[in-house]
C-alpha cells in the first residue's frame, strides 16, 4: 500500500510538473504573440497618415488653450458664431497633440497614434484576463479591439485613446469583482481613468457601463458599488466643463441641419452601411456568448447593453465604438467558446498565426505612408493631408504669399474645408468647420436634406473672402456679383478620390485695402488677376 501510495504520488507531482511546463511555454508563446500583436497594430495606427478631416481643428484648439492658458466657452474661431457657446471637451489630447506638434513636428504624433494603438491591444487583453480568459482568449480580444479601434477611428483622433480607456475601467471593476472588495488603489485608478476620459471625449459617460459588474455580484457589498461610483462620478467633475455636461451635450447633440438624414457625413450615416461585417460579428455575439453566461440576470443585463449599443450603432457609425464597449462581457465570453487545441504546438501556431494576421493588417498604411508623409508640415508650414479638404492647399498658399501680413477676415467656406484653413490660415475666421453645431444658415449649404428646398447660399453678403467647390451654389453668385472677383481655381491631388475644384473669391473692397499682390503663386492656381 506504501509503495503503491508513494508511485501515485510521484506520478502526479511528474503530471504537475508537465502541466506546469506546458502551461509556462505556452504562456510564453502567447506573451510573444501579444506583445507581437500590439507592436503590428501600433506600427498600423503609427504609420497612419494624418488625414483626418478634424485633425486641424484639434490642433487649432490646442493652440488656442496653450496660448490663451485657458478654456474656450465661447466660440473662438468662427465669425457665424460670435459669442455663442462652445466647449473643448477634447481639450487634453488637443493640447498634448499641439505640443507634440510644435516640438517634434508630424512625428511626435505618428509616435502618439502608434502608442494609442498598440495601447488598446494591451488594455483590451488585460480586461480579457481579468474577466479570467484563456491565453487565446486575452490575445484574440485584444486583436479584436485593436480591429474595431482601427475601423471606427483609422486616424489620429481624441477618441481612439478611449479603446484603452474603457477596457481599464472593465479590468478594474472585473478584479474588484473577483477580491470582492474595493482597495484603495482601485478608488484611484477609477477615479483618474475617468478623470482623463473626461477631459478626452464627450463618450466618457461609457466608463460607468463597466459598473454593472459591481451591482450584478450578490457578494460585493454595497458600499463598495458606491463607493465606485463616488469615483466615477468625481472624475467626470473634474475638468474645466465639469459643472456644463449638461449644456455640452445639449449643444453638442442638438438636432441641425447636417444631422437631419440623409447625412453627408460618414460618422453619421447608419453604421450597418458603412461596416457590415464587423456590425454582423458584433450582432452575433449574443448567440455565441450566451450559453457562457450561466446567471439569467446577468444575461439580461449584458443583452440590454448590447441592445442599447445595437440601436446606437443602426442609427449612426460613430456607435460602433460605444457597441464595442457596451458588449465586452458578449465578446469575452464568446472568445471563450475557441476551441481548446490539444498540443502546444497547435497552440503556438495559433498564436503565430493571429500575430501574423495582425501583422498583415499594416501593410496597407506602410503603403500609404511615403506618399502621404511628405504632406505632412509642422506648426511653421500649416499643411496636412486631409483628403477632403486638400483640394485648397493651393489657395492657401496663394493667400499666405500674396496677401500683406496680419490682414484678416471673414471667410466663408464649407463643411470639409473648415477645418482644414483654420489650421493653415489661422487668422481668417471661418464660417463653418468638420463641426455639426453651426446655425443652420451657414451648414444648409452642406446638408443633404436642405437641397429639396433649393439653392442654400450661405452668408455670402458679409463674408470677406470665400473658398468653396465650384458646383456649389454660391459659386454661381459669387461670379455674377460686381462686389466680387474669383482670383483663382485649383484641381484636386490625384489621392483625393474625385473631389471636385475649388476657387477663392474676394470682395473687391477688402482685395483693395488688404494690398494684395498682383501675381500668382505657382502654375499648379490657374489665377485671373485682372482689375
Known sequence: MDATAHRKRDIESVDEADAYTRFHDDGMAWTLALIGCALAFAIQGGLSSLSDPDL??????????????????????????????????????????????????????????????????????????????????????????????????????????????????????????????????????????????????????????????????????????????????????????????????????????????????????????????????????????????????????FGLMWFAGLCVFAFAFKGLGPWWWCATPFAIAALRRLPRAGSSATRRAFAGCMTMFAASLAITNIRLYHVLAPLEGGVSHRTLPSAKAYVVEPIARWIEENVRPGVGGRLLTTFNYGSYLKWRLPRLSESIDGRTIFPDSAALPDAPSARKTGPHLGPWRSSDLAIVPLPYAVARRLDSSPEWRRICVTEPPAWAGGEPRAALWVKRTWFDSSAVARRPSNDSVACDLRP
Not at 128 to 156: H, N, Q
Not at 248 to 270: I, K
Request: aromatic fraction near 10%; charged fraction near 15%.
Open 56 to 301: 486641424p481643428q484639434h490642433l487649432s484648439l490646442g493652440e488656442w488653450i496653450t496660448l490663451h492658458g485657458a478654456f474656450p466657452f465661447s466660440e473662438p474661431f468662427a465669425w457665424t458664431r460670435a459669442g455663442a457657446p462652445y466647449y473643448a471637451y477634447s481639450w487634453l489630447p488637443e493640447v498634448g497633440m499641439y505640443r507634440l506638434m510644435r516640438a517634434t513636428g508630424p512625428l511626435g504624433l505618428h509616435v502618439l497614434a502608434a502608442l494609442a494603438t498598440g495601447a488598446t491591444v494591451l488594455a483590451s487583453a488585460f480586461a480579457a484576463k481579468e474577466f479570467g480568459s484563456r491565453w487565446s482568449g486575452v490575445v484574440a480580444f485584444g486583436v479584436g479591439s485593436g480591429i474595431v479601434a482601427m475601423d471606427s477611428t483609422p486616424f489620429l483622433r481624441p477618441q481612439l485613446f478611449m479603446f484603452a480607456l474603457v477596457p481599464l475601467a472593465w479590468a478594474m471593476c472585473a478584479r474588484v469583482c473577483r477580491r470582492r472588495r474595493l482597495m484603495r488603489l482601485d478608488i484611484i485608478v477609477l477615479a483618474l481613468l475617468n478623470i482623463a476620459a473626461a477631459n478626452t471625449h464627450i463618450t466618457f459617460p461609457v466608463m460607468a457601463v463597466p459598473l454593472v459588474l459591481l451591482a450584478l455580484q450578490p457578494e460585493v457589498r454595497r458600499h463598495t458599488l458606491a463607493i465606485a461610483c463616488a469615483a466615477t462620478l468625481i472624475g467626470w467633475l473634474i475638468s474645466p466643463y465639469g459643472l456644463e455636461w449638461i449644456d455640452v451635450f445639449r449643444l453638442n447633440f442638438a438636432r441641425n441641419a447636417l444631422t437631419t438624414p440623409p447625412v453627408a457625413n460618414g460618422e453619421m450615416r447608419p453604421g450597418f452601411l458603412v461596416s457590415p461585417v464587423i456590425g454582423v460579428i458584433i450582432a452575433a455575439l449574443p448567440l455565441i456568448a450566451t450559453p457562457m453566461i450561466q446567471q439569467r440576470r446577468e444575461r439580461l443585463v
